[in-house]
Nanobody
Framework: QVQLVESGGGLVQAGGSLRLSCAAS????????MAWYRQAPGKQRDLVAR???????NYADSVRGRFTISRDNPWNTVYLQMNSLEPEDTAVYYC??????????????WGQGTQVTVSS
């Protein structure tokens, strides 16, 4: 069974940094893309950053220049380096992956979420 396990959330003061990690495990043939989303209380879940198999990266306007998404090689882990954190970044951060499974079909997976709280 494919699993995404996140780590690295926590409480930090405004201006500080955190690094989130998300490791994929299980019967994975290849990874098409991995991404980080976040959801604040009472709000929808929004894309924060995405990295595709070819290496292209996309960022939400609100985090561009402050957050960096990266991956290891061989690829099974994605990271989100978050710098210059602001109280508005407070949310539950979810890892997302589009994976090619052993049955040759693409599946969409979510991690359990990790809380990031930025105090002012």
């Amino acid at each position: 069974q494919v699993q995404l396990v996140e780590s690295g959330g926590g409480l930090v003061q405004a201006g500080g940094s955190l690094r989130l990690s998300c490791a994929a495990s299980g019967p994975i043939s290849s990874i098409n893309a991995m991404a980080w989303y976040r959801q604040a209380p009472g709000k929808q879940r929004d894309l924060v950053a995405r990295i595709a198999a070819g290496g292209s990266r996309n960022y939400a306007d609100s985090v561009r220049g402050r957050f960096t998404i990266s991956r290891d090689n061989p690829w099974n882990t994605v990271y989100l380096q978050m710098n210059s954190l602001e109280p508005e970044d407070t949310a539950v951060y979810y890892c997302n992956a589009v994976l090619l499974a052993s049955d040759s079909r693409y599946y969409n997976y979510w991690g359990q979420g990790t809380q990031v709280t930025v105090s002012s």
